[in-house]
């Protein structure tokens, strides 16, 4: 059997930068406490073993606005403006994990809300990411994640500039869609696309390897944004496409009938799971 691996799986540069420095607070904080703000990323593997290292996940604004010491990490999707306004006023020392690439659109949609424009994101909603980047606007602000929310889309002040930006991990053609039918209504707008290079890099590769293997495994965890988005396109291009957080999750029998297997996986996959299941697909098929 032929297995192909994508050479773009696995941690980007955001993600493992996140990891990486709750690892190094881990390190220089031994006896003290060590909080990510939500879980650092979305792998239940990666939360499970930093919760071994004494690493405790703050899940709402309540248990925030609890905290009296310790050492927060802002995790990589990023906060609401808010949230870090609310540390500094209770003198708690955090560390900003938040990656590069989301703290961009971050100065982007304050400068461009501050200079009157009505920001529209492209992206999910409920995501912590969007949550974040809506939380930087000040002003009017929607967020957009479907063709029938871009048809809907209207302002009040047909006069107002239209200021789009994107979730870093929203699929690149959806992203293209959506932004077409908004600029169809005529309004006065700037487009910044803020997809992530490396998510469309991954997004295209994956979409390649499925097209011509027999059958597609999708590593990254449920709650993952941007492994869900692989899925979705690897399952246009290869009908056996199969969605697995762990090799636990690999049923066997789904592979015996095919001759190639393509691998990829979400952004907050860890290596080790990678390696896993590319090596026992080789050794038992």
Known sequence: MRVELAKTAGFCFGVK???????????????????????IIHNDEVIRDLKEQGVTVLNSLEELEDLTEGTVIIRSHGVPKSV???????????????C?????????????????????IIGNSAHPEVMGIRGWAQGAVDVIQNAQEASSFTLENENQKVCVVSQTTFNYNKFQELVEIITKKGYDIIVLNTICNATKERQEEASGIASRAGAMIVIGDKKSSNTQKLFEICSNACENTYYIQTLGDLNVNQLRSVESVGITAGASTPNKIIEEVQNYVRINF
């Open 84 to 98: 870090c306004r609310l540390l500094d006023e209770k003198k708690i020392c955090y560390v900003d994990a938040t």
């Open 100 to 120: 590069p690439f989301v703290k961009k659109i971050h100065r982007i949609v304050k400068e461009e809300s501050e200079r009157g424009s009505h920001i529209v």
């Open 17 to 39: 930068r996140a990891v990486e420095t709750v690892y190094k607070e881990v390190e220089k904080n031994k006896n003290g406490k060590i909080y990510t703000y939500g879980p």
